[in-house]
């Protein structure tokens, strides 16, 4: 879908350990975005990149690492995994002046 | 699929009547703003959009009207059908700090009953 893809689509972890989701995109935009999807919440937006290295917060970013070493990449890491951390993930990529286009998403359980 | 938005907020219609959703968002510098349908176990995905120099914007079935006195964007789809139940998000974009930011809303399921 719009060449982004989400890895793991599924995972279960243990609280304490650290996780690393991974969005990847063919398209070689410039803006990337990781949000999370809580029930009664909708999507909130965790962090977002606009480039190579360059990362910003969020609204709901504590607890939350971000790392774009390269365009197609854009890596969001859970240093320290807690229940509250439970939820689905999206990832987006945006092309210039339009529309946010997502992946299909990361359920991610932490026992 | 996932099990989100069991807490959202519902509207249920009829089978070949008309939908209204609609949205609210806080920032008036806001330029840029996204209907989005999500099915379960999908990721969102795009309906229609509409800039802040507009005021209504019509695709296939769907209306999007935008009243920026009051910060309200609203989404018309006309003959509802089955294949439309989904959650609904608005979303607008902010250009702050030379980067665009995308903020979604809480999301409205919409049920279609035959």
């Known amino acids: 879908d719009a060449g982004i893809t989400q890895s793991p689509r599924h995972k279960v972890t243990e609280t304490g350990t650290p996780v690393t989701l991974r969005c990847h995109q063919t398209?070689?935009?410039?803006?990337m975005y990781w949000y999370r999807q809580d029930p009664g919440h909708g999507l909130r937006l965790i962090h977002y990149s606009y480039g190579v290295k360059d990362t910003d917060k969020g609204e709901v970013s504590d607890g939350y690492s971000v790392s774009r070493s390269k365009t197609e990449d854009f890596l969001l890491t859970l240093e320290s995994a807690t229940s509250s951390q439970t939820s689905v993930y999206f990832c987006a990529i945006k092309p210039e002046n339009t529309e946010a286009f997502f992946g299909q998403g990361t359920r991610l359980t932490v026992v | 699929g996932e099990s989100v938005g069991l807490h959202l907020p519902t509207l249920s219609v009829q089978e070949g009547d008309n939908s209204i959703i609609n949205c609210a968002y806080s920032n008036s510098a806001s330029d840029y703003f996204i209907w989005y349908k999500q099915e379960s176990g999908k990721g969102p995905q795009f309906i229609i959009d509409i800039r802040s120099n507009m005021d209504k914007r019509q695709g296939q079935r769907v209306t999007v009207l935008l009243n920026k006195t009051v910060k309200h964007l609203s989404l018309q789809i006309a003959a509802t059908q089955p294949g439309d139940s989904a959650v609904y998000f608005c979303?607008?974009?902010?250009?702050?700090?030379?980067?665009?930011?995308?903020?979604f809303g809480a999301g409205t399921r919409l049920a279609v009953h035959p």
């Open positions: 398209e070689n935009h410039r803006y």
């Open positions: 979303a607008d974009q902010m250009f702050s700090g030379g980067y665009n930011k995308l903020i």
